[in-house]
Structure formats: structure tokens, C-alpha cells
């Protein structure tokens, strides 16, 4: 790291990193906008959005349905493997099912009132596809003042010290878990992937990583807290998320199946960290203001985060929507996840949920097929303590099949599927012992 900076490059530092800060963690209320409520400026932006363009925000959510689905056969990256194939169909499914409500078919046929209920289609459309749709790329214009101008480096200088003794993995690594935040999971995948093929994260180190830190993005934890209407709670809310995810990633290092993983090198022979010497806040201040000197033009910026934005809303809302609906139809009409939940049961019924302890167990089961269905489980349920509870433990549970494990199955980190649901188990028990307890003590009533 350099010493010295052109002049400018500080001020692109600070007042870049301090507009992120702004955008993603500063609640604010304007009388004139949204009714006076209180929330950061990238939900403001959605919620005026929906607000006052509902009609063309369902437009833009079928639109990216429809190319979502045609993507996969445009690219001939539809068949490259099962899981492909798997999503591809998903895609396709959730496509329909959006032309299906977008349209108002079929509302008066027996055949299909499954579907016309409120807590499904209509449900899957409105309130899942369209705000997430939308918080996904205008979200991801504003992240550039979070990933881009030196904050992520700043901050993971002052992490070198803590991430090799709590989580076992280098330094380095500070900038993959703070991406998953900042920036999303499959961005979050791709940097460990990087590092991991380029001989600097052990097998062992990169599977930490994977399976740790690579939660959803800032925006969509702005989503979740929506529907379980946690806003007024939002700061709590987000550390909560940050604790127990990065807590689980701790625990499940030390212990099988991850503890027992290889520390072999994708190169063959591994490229150790540099221990930074010297003052540390020094090293954080040199370290940021060069990620910014490098940061480049920010139109250039905007327009390379609005494509990666748009690209992942493609992927994301007619899966999420499908597999969404799928989720739900299991849930309801099958007693899979009731019996997936009765391993999660005693646990929220030694803390005092009593006939909610069910509820909550099944919710934690549903964090498996789609981080977002247990928040569709208990959105409506007047207990704060259980809303708070299932959304900190699906955010934190890291790994769904609707998403992250494809992502990660995608990658060289070849970790065996059954190790991946064993880690899934994992942290949820580990995020539920984590989060009630919090709960507690912030006072949320049951």
C-alpha cells in the first residue's frame, strides 16, 4: 500500500463510502414521501415506486419473468447440467404462474382456486416479485458507493485480526463475508471461487467462506423485514442478522463435517497472507483510499451495476416465484416441513413459544427450499418475538436450494451435498439458540 494519494482520492473515499453508508443504513422520514414513515433511502425509493407506478411496476415484474425464462435457452446454458435443467424449469413455471395472476385467469375456476389465494399467487406477485424486482437493480446502482470506494477495504484491515482466530480463515476473507452484505451471495461466491482457484483460501478455508458468510444482500434484507413488518425495528434487525450469521460461521468451523475438511490447495501449493505491520488505522485509511484512486468512472460504474442487477433479477424472481409457490403448496397441503419442523420443535418449546413452537419450527424447515418462505409463513402472525426470530434464522441459515447451494455447486469449491445440508442443520439450530435469546432481551413480546 502507498503511502500517499492524489488529493482527490481521499474525498472519493469518504464522502463515496459515507453516501453507502447512507443509502443502506440510515432510516429517514420525509412528510412530503411515503407517508412520513421512517426508512433508509433505497426502500423509500421502492415503496414511492409501488406507491405511485403500481401498474407499471407489474409490467416490469412479468417483463422480468418472461426474460428470466428465455435467458437460460438464448445463452444454450439450460441443459449444462441437472440443476440447469432443474431451474431453467423453475423459470419457466414462474413465468406462467405470473402470466396466470398478471392477467386475472382463471379466478373463478375450481380448478385453480389453490392458487387465487391471497397467501399464494396474488401474494407471490404483489408482494414478492415487484418489490423485489424492483429493490434488486435500483439497489444495486447504490451499492457501488458501498463496494467500490474503499469502505469494504477500509473495514476488512480492522477484521484481519479477528477473522483467523474466530472464524480459521486468512484476513483477506473480511472482504468476502462483508461482500454478502454489501453486495449479494452470488457475488459473495464468485470472490471466494477467485481466491480459492488462485491458491489463497485452502479447500477447508474456501468452504467456510461459502458456507459462512454468503447471505442475501442488504437489499433483500430490506425485503424481509418488510413483510415480517420489522422496519421500526431495523437496526436491530440487521445486527442481529450480521451476529448470528457470522456466530454460526464460527461454530460450524470447528466442527464436523467443515473442521474435517482438507486444508489442500486448489494450485497445488497455497499462497499464505501478509500480516499487516505498522498502525492499523493507517494501514484501514491507505488501504481505502487507493480502492478508491482504482475505483474508475462512476457512470461506468452505475451502468456495470444496473446490468448485474437486471441480470440477477432475472434469475431470481420467476425461480423465487416457483419455487415460492411450490414451497407454500408443500407447506400448506403436505406435512413435509411439519415433519421437518418437529426437529426444531423442542427447541422454541423449551423457550416459552408454546402452540407457536410448531409454526416456528416449520418455518425454520422452510429456510431449506427458499431463504423467503418462512417469512411468507408467519408474516401475518401478531408475535413479534416469533417474526423477529424466523427472519433472523432464515437470513442467517445461509443455505436454500432456490439459490445460494445452486450457486455454490457451481463453483470449483466441490463440497458434497450432503456435507452442505448437514451445515444447513447446523447453523439453524445454532442461529435459533442465537436468536430467541436476543429477542428476549431487546423486549419483543410473544
Known amino acids: 500500500m502507498t503511502e500517499k494519494s492524489g ?40 415503496t ?5 407506478a403500481l401498474g407499471a411496476a407489474r409490467i416490469y415484474a412479468l417483463f422480468l419473468m418472461y426474460a428470466g425464462a428465455i435467458l437460460p435457452f438464448k445463452r444454450k446454458t439450460w441443459n449444462a447440467d441437472r440443476l440447469s435443467v432443474f431451474f431453467t424449469v423453475s423459470k419457466c413455471i414462474g413465468a406462467i404462474v405470473g402470466t396466470v395472476i398478471f392477467f386475472d385467469m382463471g379466478r373463478e375456476a375450481a ?29 444495486a ?23 483467523r482466530p474466530v472464524f480459521k480463515t486468512p484476513g483477506r ?35 467456510i467462506n461459502a458456507t459462512g458468510f454468503a447471505t442475501v444482500s442488504i437489499t433483500f434484507l430490506v425485503v424481509v423485514a418488510n413483510t415480517l413488518q420489522l422496519m421500526e425495528h431495523w437496526g436491530a434487525f440487521f445486527g ?6 457470522f456466530a454460526a460461521a464460527a461454530v460450524t ?16 501449493k497455497g499462497d499464505p497472507e501478509v500480516i499487516p505491520k505498522g498502525n492499523l488505522l493507517k494501514n484501514a485509511w491507505n488501504a481505502g483510499v487507493n480502492a478508491a484512486e482504482k475505483s474508475g468512472n462512476l457512470g461506468g460504474l452505475f451502468l456495470k451495476n444496473i446490468k448485474d442487477g437486471f441480470n440477477m433479477a432475472f434469475a431470481v424472481i420467476p425461480s423465487i416465484t416457483a419455487i415460492g409457490l411450490i414451497g407454500l403448496v408443500l407447506a400448506e397441503y403436505t406435512p413435509v416441513f411439519d415433519i421437518l419442523g418437529f426437529i426444531f420443535w423442542p427447541i422454541f418449546r423449551i423457550f416459552g413459544f408454546g402452540e407457536m413452537s ?78 430467541i435469546p436476543i429477542a428476549m432481551l431487546l423486549g419483543f413480546p410473544l
Not at 48 to 52: L, T
Not at 143 to 154: I, P, Q, V, Y
Open 7 to 46: 488529493a482527490g482520492f481521499p474525498l472519493k473515499f469518504i464522502f463515496g463510502s459515507a453516501l453507502g453508508v447512507f443509502f443502506f443504513f440510515v432510516p429517514v422520514s420525509f412528510p412530503w414521501l411515503n407517508g412520513g414513515v421512517s426508512t433508509i433511502p433505497v426502500d423509500h425509493i421502492v
Open 48 to 52: 414511492f415506486i409501488r406507491g405511485n
Open 111 to 139: 380448478s385453480l382456486a389453490w392458487l387465487w389465494r391471497p397467501d399464494f399467487g396474488p401474494f407471490l406477485f404483489n408482494i414478492l416479485a415487484i418489490p423485489v424486482g424492483l429493490v434488486i437493480p435500483i439497489g
Open 141 to 163: 446502482v447504490f451499492l457501488a458507493f458501498l463496494t467500490t470506494f474503499g469502505l469494504m477495504e477500509f473495514i476488512a484491515v480492522f477484521l484481519t485480526p479477528i477473522m
Open 173 to 207: 476473507s473480511a472482504i468476502d463475508a462483508a461482500t454478502s452484505f454489501v453486495a449479494s451471495y452470488s457475488i459473495a461466491f464468485l470472490v471466494t471461487n477467485e481466491q480459492y482457484v488462485r491458491g489463497k483460501y485452502s479447500f477447508r478455508e474456501a468452504a
Open 240 to 245: 442481529s442478522v450480521v451476529f448470528t450469521t
Open 253 to 268: 468451523a470447528r466442527i464436523p463435517p467443515i473442521s474435517k475438511m482438507p486444508d489442500t490447495y486448489y494450485t497445488g
Open 358 to 435: 410448531a409454526l416456528a419450527g416449520k418455518a425454520a424447515a422452510l429456510s431449506l427450499p427458499e431463504m423467503f418462505l418462512p417469512a411468507l409463513l408467519v408474516a401475518g402472525e401478531e408475535s413479534l418475538r416469533l417474526r423477529f426470530v424466523v427472519g433472523v434464522v432464515s437470513l442467517s441459515a445461509v443455505l436454500f436450494f432456490s439459490a445460494s447451494i445452486p450457486c455454490l455447486l457451481g463453483t470449483e469449491i466441490k463440497i458434497k451435498l450432503h456435507h452442505i445440508l448437514i451445515i444447513w442443520f447446523q447453523r439453524v439450530v445454532v442461529s435459533i439458540l442465537l436468536a
